[in-house]
């Protein structure tokens, strides 16, 4: 069982970076997913989630109308949508299927000029 997150690198602010988790081993339509965040010093924040029926939840105001999540079944992957990064989305992203338990290995995401 394997979640991969793909897609961070660096960008300027105000551009736009999709990441993408993609699962092996379990069907990951079955489940809700969350994306996280992590920079150092820090507790992993909640950001988004998104519901087996493809609904999303924000957890987060500071990504509000910027970020989005979204799944492809069909690909066994979900995706967060980055939009007018700011520095302060400089982190390490994660994705989460809660209730099995399985964290991706992160990707980082790096906003600067």
């Known amino acids: 069982v394997q979640l991969v997150e793909s897609g961070g690198g660096l960008v300027q602010p105000g551009g736009s970076l999709r990441l993408s988790c993609a699962a092996s081993g379990f069907t990951l339509s079955r489940y809700v997913m969350r994306w996280y965040r992590q920079t150092p010093g820090k507790e992993r924040e909640l950001i988004l989630g998104?519901?087996?029926?493809?609904?999303?939840?924000n957890y987060a105001d500071s990504v509000k109308g910027r970020f989005t999540v979204s799944r492809d079944n069909a690909k066994n992957t979900v995706y967060l949508q980055m939009n007018n990064l700011k520095p302060e989305d400089t982190a390490v992203y994660y994705c989460?299927?809660?209730?099995?338990?399985?964290w991706g290995q992160g990707t980082q995401v790096t906003v600067s000029s």
């Open positions: 998104i519901t087996s029926a493809g609904g999303s939840i």
């Open positions: 989460n299927a809660p209730l099995a338990g399985y």
